[in-house]
């Protein structure tokens, strides 16, 4: 089946780094990701939508310069949270979306836990 | 607006059933997905319904009304590991799925 694979799993950083999370698509080919994030106890919170070879469709509230998001091929879409403070921890969460799956359209990956110091 | 209501805990005894529902309004409607959450990971996918009825699979089963924006997940035969949090996700008109909390079950021995 589809798998979605991201990478790191897991970040600690200092106040101030900027921090690139990837989301690939393993077997198939999404031409649209989802980014989520997700604090505690809390539901997704949609951030984006990143479409293949065109600019991503950022959620209200969500700010563009912060949270860059590229989708530069089929198989890749990234997520580089700029200068990265405390309130920017959370737990991330990509997914792929495949419009021929049927019943699943949407695959994720396993997220990315990002601490702040 | 779009909205997802599920009851925020729900606690259950190993072997038994549970029922947990979901009422939803979404801007159109691709069908509905109930996905499984265990703490600090992402969902896993569970079920998918789009036409009215019951769907099942193994010990989990799924049921829509469109008419009623209503969909339930029962689960069977309960085991410990089903100790998670259960997200019902209609899927709207531009094929976003919906998000909401939901609901926390606590499977006691």
């Known amino acids: 089946g589809a798998v979605v694979s991201q990478h790191p799993s897991w970040v600690i950083c200092k106040s101030g780094t900027s921090v690139k999370i990837e989301c690939r698509s393993l077997?198939?080919?999404?031409?649209?990701m989802f980014w989520y994030r997700q604090f505690p106890k809390q539901s997704l919170m949609l951030m984006a939508t990143?479409?293949?070879?065109?600019?991503?469709?950022?959620e209200q509230g969500v700010e563009k310069d912060k949270f860059l998001i590229n989708h530069a091929s089929l198989t890749l879409s990234t997520l580089t949270v700029t200068s990265a403070h405390p309130e920017d921890s959370s737990f991330y969460i990509c997914s792929a979306l495949v419009p021929r799956a049927g019943n699943q359209p949407q695959h994720f990956g396993d997220g990315t836990r990002l601490s702040i110091l | 607006g779009q909205n997802i209501d599920q009851p925020t805990e729900m606690t259950a005894t190993e072997g038994a059933i549970v029922q947990i529902n979901c009422t939803y309004q979404t801007s159109g409607f691709n069908g509905l997905f109930w996905y499984q959450q265990h703490a600090g990971e992402a969902p896993t996918f569970l079920s998918y319904n789009v036409l009215d009825g019951l769907e099942e699979k193994g010990r989990f089963s799924s049921f829509l009304s469109r008419s009623k924006g209503y969909s339930y997940l029962l689960l069977k035969e309960l085991q410990m590991k089903d100790s998670a949090s259960y997200l019902c996700?209609?899927?709207?008109?531009?094929?976003?799925?919906?998000w909401g909390a939901g609901t926390k079950l606590i499977i006691k021995p």
């Open positions: 990143s479409n293949e070879g065109s600019k991503a469709t950022y």
């Open positions: 077997d198939f080919q999404a031409t649209t």
């Open positions: 996700a209609p899927m709207d008109s531009n094929y976003q799925l919906i």
